[in-house]
């Protein structure tokens, strides 16, 4: 069975690690760009900053992805406790938000509390909801939908949450325990220890990059080839046509590509290809500013802040030299700050002015005034930054994916599926994984079509 894996994100470096410790012998990953590490590489920058795209964060649900992670690194990372925060009203507030919200200024928490006090009494009554806005308001309340989730959640997707479904949130969004916030209340105490993310790593040199070039590094030698870009698939003769107009054959495609992209290489299938104008996404901008000298107090432990209020371009900053000492040029000498600002047709952005946008966010929000000397600036936009979970989106999944599968091609990934859910570098890393399971052995994928937490089990000698 010849396997072809396109994309060397996540997805097709775990897939291709997979294939290899199967032993089997008939596979190609193929990537467009001239390096692996798709939406998880990192850059340095001409002043010798390095970058995410977008600052990431390493947790994992599976002990496989574990063993991978030590594979990939050894002991070269820096583990961190998450110190996140939000940004408003002139104040921090710790996240989760909705357990702090004591910090807030007395007519909002007045406002809060009422909310929270009126769901209570409608608490499992009704209709499911049929919207994210109307999941927000039955969880929250109007309260802290009006103060927070709202305005937050418009910020970071760049659609109006009433354009979102209700089935993808899981543990991503913590449900309020009016009881707690009262007590936080009573005893003004910042609750900050929720979610499956409390502790993370980050690799010590290279930034998340670092990761994903190191295991595709210990692929097999030749099995990787950078700057080959799928540009056509023959689905009937299961050929792969690419930039250069080399082709391949394929027995099985498994592609980590953005599955609309993907559905307008399908020369002969044109049903599949009109259905891609149906797919969602936003576009992430990454901003990075570089400063000579220490990071104010107030930031010197901070991870990363969340920013609800329109009045700054970006919904979540990270304080990117606190990942690693060796995200700037000169350690101990320097400091960094990483913005995302999202992008839709329904949030605009002027790609131009966005820099200067992000550094007058960051004075504004007292990170840094006039006399702070900036030593590097960096910007990049993601075409496809985060699978919006839109309205109707399981409807067009549950639809496209089966059609694809019967023609032999597996889209996975973060965008190849489009589940927000399970688009995490250790998800994508084990969708590759359970892909190449469910092709050589006919192992059911859970961590796309079932439960999460599951294991891959121990290699099976003979293949089906
Ligand atoms: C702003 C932002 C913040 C994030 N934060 C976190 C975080 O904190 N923690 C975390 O775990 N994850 C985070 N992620 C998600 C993480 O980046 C993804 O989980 C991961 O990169 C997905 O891997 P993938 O292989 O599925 O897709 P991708 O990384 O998108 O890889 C797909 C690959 O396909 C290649 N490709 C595309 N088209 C073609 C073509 N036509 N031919 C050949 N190759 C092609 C691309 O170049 C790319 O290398 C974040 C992502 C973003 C955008």
Redesign the pocket.
Known sequence: MRILV????????SAGWRLAERGHDDWLL????DH??????SVVDENGFTWD???????SHYRYFDQLMREALGDAWVEHEREAWVWMRERWVPYPFQNNIWRLPPDELARCLEGLVAIQRLAGGGEPPANFVEWLRRSFGDGLCETFMFPYNFKVWAYEPSQLGVDWMGERVATVDLARVLRNLVFQRDDVNWGPNATFKFPLHGGTGAIWDALAAKLPADRLECG????AVDTANRVATFADGSVERYDRLLS???CD?LLR?LADRPDLTARADEFVHSS?H?VGIGFDGSPPPSLTTKCWMYFPEPETPFYRTTVFSNYSPNNVARPGEQWSLMA?ISESRDKPVDASRIIEQTIAGFRRSGFIDDSTPIVTTWHRR?E???PTPWLGRDAVLNAVLPQLEACGIFS?????TWRYEV??????AM??VEAVDWMLAGIPETTVFGGMNAEPPAIVPEEK
């Open positions: 396109v994309g060397a994100g996540p997805t097709g470096i193929v990537e467009g760009d692996p590490g798709g939406l998880a590489a795209l977008g600052g990431h964060v390493l947790f080959r870009r799928l540009t980590t590509i953005p992209v290489l992430s990454v995302e993601l496809h930054g985060y996975r990934g973060r965008f190849g688009s995490n570098q250790d998800h994508s969708q590759g």
